[in-house]
């Protein structure tokens, strides 16, 4: 188990700053494998210590899992022991969410991301029961839960987290996306050997002010650095250049999220030169309205190809 002092004096069990990597496609629909290598090299490059494939914003609603395993497969062989790799393995099946992380160790990733069931809305019984029979069939791989209530219409809380923490060791950290911060001040408070990501750049800074320890981003597929600095600067006793360098990429922040993950971020990512292709349905691709906002606010933080 992470404990605090590790979580706060130390690097966290997947470093401060995790990407939630897109997924690339090819114009004719198809996973863009040699694409996502290099984003990854890329990535890992300007700011990242870590990836998660096939999350939210790697679309993983669309991807087949055959897919999913050889993106965890040619992303971790392009980043080796340079990044942590976590694979998006959860699943509103149990079942299914055990054989994917099951199949994520057997590849040689570095963790996995667990997100709570969605759809079928499980009190917490069903959370607690869910997560432990994951935790239980890989031992020795470590897991990070993922609490998002806006996607999945079940909140996580911390009392459940705590309870899961105490008698599974690979249980060793949380994205929280709930957007309550007293939710987390209690999560600190219960789990306090739990390593605490926030799950939205614009809140990433108050989060790690309760505690937390980093962030799964979208937003550092463009700013990597610069999130990686702000982190940086927090943890170094330095909270006025970690403000300054927040106050700046603020307005980016909020315009990848003016429509629906990951639209704008792929967006963002073609006006940078990348061609990642668009989502895949249902998702569309981004309208002018988008672009319209993405456009000041990269421009202002000179990313524009």
Known sequence: MVSEQGNRAGM?????????????????????????????????AHGSDGLVLAGTTG???????????????????????RAQVLAGTGANSTREAVAATVKAAELGLDGSLQVVPYYNKPPQAGLLAHFRTIAQAVPDFPLMLYNIPGRTGVNLLPETVAALADKEANIVAIKEASGNLEQVAQLRRLAPGVAIYSGDDSLTLPLLALGGVGVVSVASHLVGEKIQHMVQAFFQGQPERAQELYNEMYPLFKALFATTNPIPVKRALELMGWSVGAPRLPLVGADPE????????????HLLA
């Open 290 to 301: 988008v672009d319209q906002i993405l456009r000041p606010v990269m421009q202002a933080l």
């Open 59 to 81: 679309e993983s609603p669309t991807l087949t899992w055959e897919e999913e395993y050889e993106l965890f497969r040619v992303v971790k062989a392009a980043v080796g022991e």
């Open 12 to 44: 966290p069990p997947f470093g401060r700053v995790i990407t939630a990597m897109v997924t690339p496609f090819a114009p004719d629909g198809r996973v863009d494998y040699a694409l996502a290598e290099r984003l990854a090299v890329h990535l890992v």
